[in-house]
Every structure is written in structure tokens, then in C-alpha cells.
């Protein structure tokens, strides 16, 4: 009867396991900053295909991927949620400040214009004088340009990019862009929209 009793609760502990979110699905809402700060980074959890992308911002193929993506959000509308975190690799001196720069616009309301300026001037800014030609572009989508240098340097900043990177080191990503769709790793990133539409029609049928 022990042995029953047993088996029967590993049983409830592995299916818990199995059907509850995976670390790549939750949103890193869960991320506090010392002043009480939160990024609201998943604007639609609720969605039945959640993708979550690792990313670099002076990665080429990360930049690759942002058509393929605006197509999805276009054709599926609230059906799909896509998250990019933070993965800025050492071997990209850029980066990092790329990173802390989307943050610091996220804190004024403009991460998606922010997101989308960083990677249209990818080659431009890959070059030098990063932290200028952000302020630049912080100043064309209308943020307070005072604030946003103050956020962009700011430990605050740098705690959440950190954060999420230590959370793809933790779910053994290495490179970018690495893709998750309904908490599973993509092993092969589709080179097409077909590709990803493929996928995502799996998981919704």
C-alpha cells in the first residue's frame, strides 16, 4: 500500500512537471529591480502559441529574424505572443548597451520602436559610437533623452539584461537567436516564414 501510495504521488509530481509552464515560457514580469521596477516584457500571455527568442542585437541572424516575426504577429494577431530576452554575447563588444538601451526605452513606453530603431542601424552602430547614435535614436521616437542616458548606464538596466541571460545560460542557449515555442527548443531555426508558420500550425492543431 506504501508502494501504491507512493507511486501514485510521483505520478502527480511528474504530470505537475510535464503541463505547468517552462522557464523559456514565463514572462520575466518576475524580474524586480532594487527601486521596485518590473518590465512588462509579455504583452499577450494568454496567447495559445507563446515564442520566446534569445537575442543579440548586434547578431546578424538575430536582425535575420525580425521581418519573419512582424509577419507572424500580422497573420495570427493575439493568437501569438513573441517575447525577445536579452542574450548579448561577449564576442559583440555593442550589445550589451544595445540591450540596456531597449530596456530604458521599455521604461518610457517605446521598447518596440526602441527594439526596431536598434536593429534597422545594426551595421551603423556595430561600428563605434553606440551610446551616441542611441541617444539619437531615443530622441527621434520622442523620449525624454535626459532620463533615457540615465537608464541606459544604470545598474537597473543592466540587472534585467543580466537576469535574462542568466536565464538562457540556464536553459543551455549558446548562441543566437534561439527560439522557444510552447517552451520547446527549436534545435533548427526554419530560415522562412513558412518555416515558423509550419511549427506554430502544429502546435495550434
Not at 510535464?18 to 521596477?37: D, F, K, L, M, V
Not at 526602441?114 to 535614436?137: C, P, T
Not at 515558423?196 to 492543431?205: G, P, S
Request: net charge negative.
Amino acid at each position: 500500500m506504501f508502494f501504491n501510495r507512493l507511486s501514485f504521488l510521483s505520478f502527480v509530481v511528474l504530470y505537475i512537471m510535464a503541463c505547468g509552464p517552462s522557464e523559456a515560457q514565463r514572462s520575466s514580469n518576475q524580474i524586480t529591480t532594487a527601486s521596485g521596477y518590473s518590465p512588462e516584457i509579455n504583452l499577450n500571455p494568454e496567447a495559445p502559441i507563446q515564442i520566446v527568442k534569445f537575442s543579440d542585437y548586434q547578431c546578424p541572424a538575430c536582425k535575420f529574424f525580425v521581418p519573419i516575426e512582424q509577419k507572424l504577429k500580422e497573420d495570427y494577431g493575439n493568437q501569438v505572443s513573441i517575447v525577445t530576452k536579452h542574450f548579448p554575447l561577449s564576442m559583440h563588444p555593442y550589445a550589451h548597451v544595445a540591450s540596456r538601451s531597449a530596456e530604458a526605452a521599455r521604461k518610457q513606453g517605446k521598447y518596440r520602436e526602441m527594439h526596431d530603431k536598434i536593429f534597422e542601424g545594426q551595421e551603423v552602430w556595430s561600428k563605434g559610437n553606440a551610446e551616441r547614435l542611441f541617444i539619437g535614436y531615443a530622441e527621434e521616437i520622442g523620449l525624454d533623452t535626459e532620463v533615457f542616458t540615465m537608464d541606459m548606464n544604470s545598474a537597473e538596466m543592466n540587472q534585467i539584461v543580466m537576469e535574462q541571460r542568466k536565464e538562457g545560460v540556464r536553459l543551455g542557449v549558446n548562441s543566437t537567436p534561439t527560439f522557444y515555442i510552447n517552451g520547446i527548443k527549436i534545435e533548427s531555426n526554419p530560415q522562412t516564414y513558412m518555416g515558423f508558420k509550419v511549427l506554430i500550425d502544429r502546435e495550434l492543431n
